[in-house]
């Protein structure tokens, strides 16, 4: 492997000096680019880009070309996993995904496999070893993963919620049989997040989509406990550097210090937190992810350019700070308000690395 | 008007001791319970029963032949002051609210009037007053309203929204003109409010659904200010007892020192929320109302009463505590299963009042 050029991200994950704040965009590749919207059309629908380890690297470098982000992601779906367990994952134009089958009885828990992703999901580390070697050390690959209750929500639901009825019933009235499915999902988890390690990933992320719909005792048990199993099974040097871990529950302020106790080395945060009085409650013990509104990105660029400067203030001098939306960039954004976003965190961040 | 002969709630709200912890539930008017059903499929529609002065006092009753709960909540929408504001408010089967015109422009902001609740919303008011007379003086009467930001949020989206993105836009490219929109509509609670007390309510609560959608500056500028205003601008007393008022931001329970601050007697506090820790953050300042997650409800009754004995448990001794769900009840939960909530609440908060 070429040494890497622009490890800016993978330092402040670890709260090592940078020059600059480094930057990179929750969903950056994306809708809101016509580049990908080309492949989409061209390709079918979002499965076939996913499947396709050429395509899957095309469009993770797409936003690269445009934009001097600090770091690539994996272009994929969080729902491979229960697609691999034989759920058959499908997209319903404009609905969400949706499943075939459900994980919804004893039965059909039970008889879920815990995945190996070598052999059933081989198109991910295709994808993961091609876009290393076509990045050529210029950025580090996140690999990523959905949370074991995120991917269980989908799985009971059979697609997208609004308020969790069955997989709440479940947790309220069959709290085991939610335990039996969410070890599974935790051990696939491990062996999906340590295979992209082996194939080239150099930093992880767990996007806990949904663990913020949870109650607080219901959160620690039935989400952060998994994502703490599953940061215990990581590999966490490869290279001879170390694999940083994000953890990322959208709405999961209230947890900040639980999830530090976690042992992972950031935690992605949502916009509706202060970033200050989220790095005042953590402390030296993990760098943030963050977070500013996907919305602002719909403002003029001095709206863009002010809010990014609020958002540096906030945090304040000093390392472990790591720039994002506080959630996925929307297909309705213009591509040069994503080129101002990225551009204002580099320029007015400076300051703060002296 | 008769004495009141239970004032737990009210009680509670002050932080005077009571004899067990007072309850009620958001939505405890509706769908889940079938005489309900049976007056909204003889009414046609939902407005139909908000707009009749007899329909609205007729359900908002029927909790209480049900259930020994410790307060009523008028039975109405939170969109009545759009509507009464020109906007045209109705309901698509499944779909929710629209409106028929949207606040969205400069013109069509400039031109909406405060509104003037005894000319412009008499039903509300006749509602109220017959409820009272019903209710005989047996619990207190909850009046309430959406938040400006919650209502404006209907107004420039035209309905229920994902993530904001026509008011966001707004509200970084034209602070100004939201905040021409907030304020009309600060004005109109405070008129709506005070004429509800006037008319008998016993106490309000502000229904914030969306403030927990901001990012952390944008909510004490966009939605708390305004809560603020408006609590500043009530009526406090009337017949000789406090008027409590209570602030409820789902998804807020960042804020909720600042809240707190606000003036405010009560906070309603949503599931994902630690209700001890809530307690310690707040201190002597307010009474703190919530918060079971309604989804319990659809567990077997020994597993809501545990829940309620953990949150009770949590809180701890002392006053200061109405025991409410974090959000509405469903349309999915067994009366039987609410029934067994409410008892569980009074039998088991005894001790806690000692």
């Keep these: 492997m070429s040494e890497l050029k622009n490890d800016r991200f993978l330092r402040a994950l670890l709260r090592q000096p940078v020059d600059v704040t480094p930057v990179w965009m929750m969903r950056q590749a994306g809708r809101y680019l016509p580049e990908y919207r080309a492949v989409r059309s061209k390709a079918g629908d979002f499965m076939s880009v996913c499947t396709n380890p050429q395509l899957a690297c095309e469009v993770t470098l797409q936003p690269l070309e445009r934009f001097p982000l600090d770091a690539a992601i994996l272009f994929s779906d969080i729902l491979t996993i229960p697609d691999a367990m034989g759920l058959g994952l499908y997209f319903e134009e404009g609905e969400g995904p949706r499943f075939h089958k459900l994980a919804d009885t004893v039965r059909a828990i039970e008889a879920l496999p815990v995945i190996d992703t070598a052999q059933d999901l081989p198109y991910v580390l295709d994808a993961?070893?091609?876009?290393r070697r076509e990045l050529n050390?210029?950025?580090?690959l996140i690999g990523f993963s959905g949370s074991p209750w995120t991917l269980a929500t989908y799985m009971i639901e059979g697609g997208s919620s609004k308020d969790f009825a069955k997989i709440k019933t479940?947790?309220?009235?069959?709290?085991?049989?939610?335990?039996?499915?969410?070890?599974?999902?935790?051990?696939?988890v491990v062996n999906y997040l340590n295979a992209q390690i082996d194939?080239?990933?150099?930093?992880?992320?767990?996007?806990?989509?949904?663990?913020?719909a949870l109650g607080d005792r219901a959160y620690r048990e039935f989400s952060l406990q998994y994502m703490e199993t599953i940061v215990r099974g990581l590999t966490r040097e490869a290279e001879g550097r170390q694999v940083p871990v994000i953890l990322f529950t959208k709405n999961g302020g209230g947890w900040l210090e639980a999830i530090a106790d976690s042992g992972c080395d950031g935690i992605?945060?949502?916009?509706?937190?202060?970033?200050g009085a989220a790095r005042r409650r953590v402390g030296q013990q993990v760098a943030l992810q963050g977070n500013?509104?996907?919305?602002?990105?719909?403002?003029?660029?001095?709206?863009?350019e002010k809010e990014v400067a609020i958002i540096l203030e906030n945090f304040g001098a000093g390392e472990g700070h790591v720039f994002n939306l506080g959630h996925g960039i929307t297909p309705d954004i213009d591509p040069n308000h994503a080129a101002a976003f990225i551009d204002a965190v580099h320029t007015l961040s400076v300051k703060y690395h002296q």
Tied chains: 1, 2.
Excluded: C
């Design 128 to 131: 993961v070893r091609l876009i």
């Design 199 to 212: 194939a080239g990933a150099q930093a992880v992320q767990i996007f806990d989509t949904w663990g913020g």
């Design 170 to 188: 479940m947790l309220y009235t069959n709290p085991e049989l939610l335990h039996v499915l969410l070890e599974k999902l935790a051990a696939s």
């Design 292 to 304: 500013m509104d996907p919305a602002v990105l719909r403002a003029p660029t001095h709206v863009i």
């Design 137 to 140: 050390g210029s950025v580090p």
């Design 268 to 275: 992605g945060v949502d916009w509706t937190q202060d970033i």
